[in-house]
């Protein structure tokens, strides 16, 4: 097995995921002039998770004065008609995305969703909040980095956790759709699945593994936040899967830069994960491929 | 194993799931009276799929006319607030669901969302598309009722397909939110784990079976619909999974119709596959213990 600790295990980062990773808090698209409120966010592509986050702020809707179009690749021909909707209903249309219609321009990266969400928070008078999300990513960096040695380093530890196990993301409802956006992540970077539950989750919880119970053989549930059904999830889980592990809060305040500091974290696990089975965790040629096919 | 085919096998449906399966088309609770427009609808629990169906023609969110609250258990102390939210929004409340403070009952149980989708449409003018709804249902369940020999009901001969397996979910974005719904329906009534993929699912399908291709082994790819971004997942997966099963398209018109025939047949199918585990397809102890801890 690759040896973390050991910098020859790097040069398997052949895309240099590693440092974009240590570069990215702050690190996004500066909005260059003044836009008018109200603001509205339609995301899609690598876009769906950052327009979720910020329709707890700005509505999820094409709005009067300025609306966000969050463009991030696979498009299929959807991108067109949305603009054409957008410009007839907002004064201001903002497109933000890898392809030759953005004004914004953000490339298409497995760590884009944080340079759309920065983006726009600059761009909406909400750059307090974007700061709080800064600082909690700049203190998770801190202890994950590849230069923190395995004992002191969750990001590593936890990778060697999941190893040949298909992590279950049990989430607070404080973070709606956290799950689902660490499935993306963990297959983007980790290059491994994972199993996000649907929506009203402590139902799919309690029964999905009652006909074969092997099939809770290799999943470890992962567990971020605490409430009550969270709780009940793992009363019913734990002995039905074969571990459970509980992250650590991170240290941030507020639902969004906490949801974003546990995405930043699990990219770092997912990127020493790739390490471990040897895969670059940078996109691969299928990637870039599939999207020139899916413009 | 157990046989269809044969009267016996169903003793195992200790719960009677297969009867309210078969009387499922068109049976919901009527509107006794007439509620004002404009409309909104709310649901969670049991009642988040049918929310996200309405919300292709009712807004999700609170209206000044009427909101119907689809109350579909698991509450866990959200009902108070979202009931004091509507009350001072909208002109009418109208709280669907299992609980006291219901006014239109609607038991807990597998199938309820069917009943939630089914009087909202009746109760905010929509009751020719209710009525398409019913119409794809009843051609349903003429092919995959008990009586259907397994060689002309494909609803068994999908559990015998399934048998074993676990369905990842390619579903065409003519239906969103199917994938997780099925992935509900799934294990609430065939007792196993599914794969449904986050929003933005080609990166999802491209990238999660890269680094240990022993995780697609025991995975089906059911396919539900056909479009460029399901052709596109396809052509990566098929190498990648035990196996491709393409749904044959339902008797209906229209993507809401469609989506509730596809839901319906995979109900039957996963009735089938529980009684092939030798397990009863309703719901069981555990499930009631945990309602009455998450009201």
């Not at 759309?116 to 974007?130: C, N, Q, T």
């Not at 993301?169 to 996000?196: D, H, T």
């Amino acid at each position: 097995m690759p040896d973390l600790d050991r910098l020859e295990t790097y040069r398997t980062d052949q895309s240099k995921l590693g440092q974009a990773l240590s570069q990215l808090p702050a690190t996004f698209p500066r909005p260059q002039e003044a836009y008018a409120a109200p603001f509205g966010v339609v995301g899609f592509g690598e876009g769906w998770w950052p327009a979720e986050l910020l329709a707890q702020r700005i509505p999820a809707t094409l709005a009067q004065g300025t609306t966000f179009v969050l463009a991030g690749g696979f498009g299929l021909g959807r991108l067109q008609g949305l603009i054409t909707a957008a410009r007839e209903a907002s004064s201001r249309v903002v497109i933000a995305g890898p392809g030759e219609e953005a004004e914004i321009k953000v490339d298409f990266h497995p760590l884009s969703p944080y340079r759309y969400l920065r983006f726009v928070l600059e761009a909406s008078g909400e750059s307090a909040l974007g700061s709080e999300i800064d600082a909690a990513l700049m203190a998770e960096r801190e202890r994950a980095e590849p230069k923190v040695a395995t004992p002191e380093n969750p990001a590593k530890l936890l990778a060697w956790t999941l190893l040949e196990r298909t992590p279950i993301w049990v989430v607070s409802e404080r973070y709606p759709m956290l799950a689902p956006a660490l499935q993306q992540l963990f297959a983007r970077i980790g290059k491994s699945l994972s199993i996000a539950p649907p929506p009203s989750a402590l139902e799919f919880f309690i029964s999905a593994l009652e006909a074969r119970h092997e099939q809770g053989d290799p999943l470890l549930a992962v567990v971020i936040g605490e409430d009550e059904a969270t709780e009940l999830a793992l009363e019913v889980l734990e002995t039905r899967v074969a571990g459970i592990e509980r992250l650590a809060p991170p240290k941030a305040r507020g639902a969004i830069p906490e949801a974003v500091a546990y995405w930043y974290r699990m990219a770092w696990v997912s990127y020493y994960l790739a390490l471990l089975y040897g895969a670059d965790p940078g996109d691969h040629e299928v990637m870039a491929r599939l999207r020139e096919a899916a413009q």
